[in-house]
């Protein structure tokens, strides 16, 4: 039997492994076959084939720094490096079929789909089949090693490592959102296990700390302890034990699975402000002198009637000297001058007594009073004693307190659940305890750019004036949403695009299980699928059981499986 027979039908008992230690089970398009773990073939690249893949390494670290700040534009010009040169150590590689030449055309083959990747989440997808036939290659070829680091990302499924030239861990797969995720993998514990003649076994983890996971035996780098073997049967079966004296450790609670009326409560923040229906202006007609200024602060509470000023104004003292004239002529040709004169001083802001006033006394009033023509508090004053003032000129505003608005700002993909009408509930930090009943008013047309939110007005009565102009308020929109199987939210673990929650299947055995979620609500999950009426999750301690259950492991086996369904 020749030496290549041999090579073959080692690469072909192996080849699982490398699919389990890769994370994959297929590929599009023709994937390497032909190899040992890590497509060690004996013999080093050619000298030529080496320098074109340390080329294509170079232009691998600019692509993977791309991706580790979330950047797709230039990451087609990498792309388009690393494939160009891959492809130059591919015909540069004698022996068609050999595994050094199988993975060299996988990563040209993933580099070219890497450069048409129109998104960061499709560019990782490609990164990922580059990311492992470089490393493939690494294994091959010691060489390759030099000056690179390997790491991986507990958080992602599939291929989960990436080469780095620098030391300091930047995550390409997860980007700016978790850019330290992941620990650093030394090269020989980076091979698979069947590299060391292991093959039930997955991986080696640390019994105390088992976030720690590496493919070879070794020690814990945090307590020193030597890593033990977790088996492929013990990961595919799903099932994980917790006794109850670690159950109660860890602080282990349960909640059933039930159908019940669903609170779609939602929440905003907002701000206490003027009702703008109700804000009142002083303002002149004439031109005139302030003689005394009667409200001479603002804040201050003024009733309507109240005097605010007096007015010396030639114009007006004037126009009595008319009105008075007028009336002491009693021929009817004088009556329409009477009227004509009366009006004068009405448009010009006299009330009625006032008019009938200056009749009584026979005689103009020097410094006329001008009344607050509401009730509220005063909340400009511009306006001193003594001042000149002009026709048009905003001498005071005046804001009634009696109703208010609450201004609330919601997220747009919560404003169509938002409709005028709707009942509302506020309550303010400093009076905890007391809510305040008020309504949807008006749920204006057009969005914030900055903070992606839509202004919804509220109303609500303060007949006793607890509610102040800029309080912060804490909005509560009341929404029924009818009967939904649910979960509350603590019972839901993310891992990456999927859901998961542990399921108790009794007699200390849990279960991880994927669900697919659907609207939130106040503190619940609607349940679309995965979940039935009666089963019994986990809603505190979930976390604390997936870092000890190794729930990696044990979720990309479930995963797997899943899919093949």
């Given at each position: 039997?020749g030496?290549?027979?041999l090579?073959?039908?080692?690469?072909?008992?192996?080849?699982?492994?490398?699919?389990?230690?890769?994370?994959?089970?297929?590929?599009?398009?023709t994937?390497?076959?032909?190899?040992?773990?890590?497509?060690?073939?004996?013999?080093?690249?050619?000298?030529?084939?080496?320098?074109?893949?340390?080329?294509?390494?170079?232009?691998?670290?600019?692509?993977?720094a791309?991706?580790?700040?979330?950047?797709v534009?230039?990451?087609?010009?990498?792309?388009?490096?690393?494939?160009?040169?891959?492809?130059?150590?591919?015909?540069?590689?004698?022996?068609?079929?050999?595994?050094?030449?199988?993975?060299?055309?996988?990563?040209?083959?993933?580099?070219?789909?890497?450069?048409?990747?129109?998104?960061?989440?499709?560019?990782?997808?490609?990164?990922?089949?580059?990311?492992?036939?470089?490393?493939?290659?690494?294994?091959?070829?010691?060489?390759?090693?030099?000056?690179?680091?390997?790491?991986?990302?507990?958080?992602?499924?599939?291929?989960?490592?990436?080469?780095?030239?620098?030391?300091?861990?930047?995550?390409?797969y997860?980007?700016?959102?978790?850019?330290?995720?992941?620990?650093?993998?030394?090269?020989?514990?980076?091979?698979?296990?069947?590299?060391?003649?292991?093959?039930?076994?997955?991986?080696?983890?640390?019994?105390?700390?088992?976030?720690?996971?590496?493919?070879?035996?070794?020690?814990?780098?945090?307590?020193?302890?030597?890593?033990?073997?977790?088996?492929?049967?013990?990961?595919?079966?799903?099932?994980?034990?917790?006794?109850?004296?670690?159950?109660?450790?860890?602080?282990?609670?349960?909640?059933?699975?039930?159908?019940?009326?669903?609170?779609l409560?939602?929440?905003?923040?907002?701000?206490?402000?003027?009702?703008?229906?109700?804000?009142?202006d002083?303002?002149?007609?004439?031109?005139?002198?302030?003689?005394?200024?009667?409200?001479?602060?603002?804040?201050?509470?003024?009733?309507?009637?109240?005097?605010?000023?007096?007015?010396?104004?030639?114009?007006?003292?004037?126009?009595q000297?008319?009105?008075?004239?007028?009336?002491?002529?009693?021929?009817a040709?004088?009556?329409?001058?009477?009227?004509?004169?009366r009006?004068?001083?009405?448009?010009?802001?006299?009330?009625?007594?006032?008019?009938?006033?200056?009749?009584?006394?026979?005689?103009?009033?020097?410094?006329?009073?001008?009344?607050?023509?509401?009730?509220?508090?005063?909340?400009?004053?511009?306006?001193?004693?003594?001042?000149?003032?002009k026709?048009?000129?905003?001498?005071?505003?005046?804001?009634?307190?009696?109703?208010?608005?609450?201004?609330?700002?919601?997220?747009?993909?919560?404003?169509?659940?938002?409709?005028?009408?709707?009942?509302?509930?506020?309550?303010?930090?400093?009076?905890?305890?007391?809510?305040?009943?008020?309504?949807?008013?008006?749920?204006?047309?057009?969005?914030?750019?900055?903070?992606?939110?839509?202004?919804?007005?509220?109303?609500?009565?303060?007949?006793?004036?607890?509610?102040?102009?800029?309080?912060?308020?804490?909005?509560?929109?009341?929404?029924?949403?009818?009967?939904?199987?649910?979960?509350?939210?603590?019972?839901?673990?993310?891992?990456?695009?999927?859901?998961?929650?542990?399921?108790?299947?009794?007699?200390?055995?849990?279960?991880?299980?994927?669900?697919?979620?659907?609207?939130?609500?106040?503190?619940?999950?609607?349940?679309?699928?995965?979940?039935?009426?009666?089963?019994?999750?986990?809603?505190?301690?979930?976390?604390?059981?997936?870092?000890?259950?190794?729930?990696?492991?044990?979720?990309?086996?479930?995963?797997?499986?899943?899919?093949?369904?």
């Amino acid at each position: 039997m020749g030496v290549l027979t041999l090579a073959v039908l080692a690469a072909v008992a192996w080849r699982p492994l490398a699919g389990w230690f890769f994370g994959t089970t297929s590929h599009t398009g023709t994937a390497p076959a032909t190899h040992d773990a890590h497509g060690r073939a004996g013999t080093p690249l050619p000298d030529a084939a080496l320098e074109y893949t340390r080329a294509a390494f170079e232009a691998y670290e600019g692509a993977r720094a791309l991706l580790a700040q979330d950047a797709v534009e230039g990451l087609a010009a990498r792309a388009g490096e690393l494939k160009a040169a891959l492809q130059q150590a591919a015909e540069a590689t004698q022996g068609d079929g050999t595994p050094l030449k199988a993975w060299l055309q996988q990563g040209a083959d993933g580099a070219s789909h890497l450069a048409a990747a129109k998104d960061a989440e499709a560019a990782r997808q490609h990164f990922a089949r580059v990311s492992e036939a470089l490393i493939a290659l690494a294994f091959a070829d010691p060489r390759l090693q030099e000056d690179w680091h390997v790491f991986e990302c507990p958080m992602v499924d599939g291929v989960n490592q990436w080469l780095q030239r620098e030391p300091k861990l930047e995550n390409p797969y997860m980007g700016r959102r978790m850019l330290a995720c992941g620990t650093t993998s030394e090269w020989r514990s980076a091979a698979p296990a069947g590299a060391h003649g292991e093959g039930d076994i997955a991986h080696y983890t640390c019994p105390m700390h088992p976030s720690v996971k590496q493919h070879g035996p070794g020690a814990c780098p945090i307590c020193g302890m030597d890593l033990t073997p977790v088996s492929r049967a013990e990961l595919e079966s799903g099932i994980i034990r917790v006794d109850d004296l670690r159950r109660q450790r860890i602080g282990v609670k349960t909640a059933k699975v039930a159908q019940a009326p669903m609170d779609l409560s939602l929440r905003a923040l907002g701000r206490v402000t003027f009702d703008e229906k109700s804000l009142v202006d002083v303002t002149l007609k004439l031109d005139g002198y302030i003689h005394e200024l009667r409200v001479n602060a603002t804040a201050e509470p003024v009733k309507k009637g109240d005097v605010l000023f007096t007015l010396y104004s030639p114009e007006l003292y004037a126009a009595q000297q008319e009105y008075l004239l007028a009336r002491q002529s009693q021929s009817a040709a004088n009556a329409s001058l009477v009227g004509a004169a009366r009006k004068r001083l009405e448009l010009w802001g006299l009330s009625a007594a006032q008019i009938e006033r200056v009749a009584q006394r026979g005689q103009p009033v020097e410094n006329m009073p001008f009344l607050a023509p509401a009730s509220g508090y005063v909340m400009e004053k511009n306006v001193v004693e003594g001042a000149a003032v002009k026709a048009g000129e905003r001498l005071f505003r005046i804001a009634p307190l009696a109703k208010v608005w609450v201004e609330a700002d919601v997220y747009e993909q919560d404003l169509a659940r938002v409709k005028p009408g709707q009942p509302v509930e506020v309550t303010l930090p400093y009076l905890p305890g007391k809510k305040y009943a008020g309504h949807v008013g008006y749920v204006y047309p057009s969005l914030q750019g900055a903070t992606r939110t839509g202004r919804i007005r509220i109303e609500l009565p303060n007949p006793e004036l607890e509610l102040k102009p800029d309080m912060y308020a804490d909005v509560r929109f009341v929404l029924q949403g009818g009967a939904r199987l649910q979960i509350p939210d603590s019972a839901v673990i993310y891992t990456g695009p999927r859901r998961l929650v542990f399921v108790d299947l009794g007699e200390g055995r849990l279960r991880p299980q994927e669900v697919k979620l659907g609207i939130r609500g106040e503190g619940t999950y609607e349940v679309l699928e995965g979940l039935s009426p009666g089963d019994v999750v986990v809603t505190s301690g979930n976390f604390l059981i997936a870092a000890e259950s190794r729930i990696r492991s044990a979720t990309d086996s479930f995963g797997g499986s899943h899919a093949a369904h």
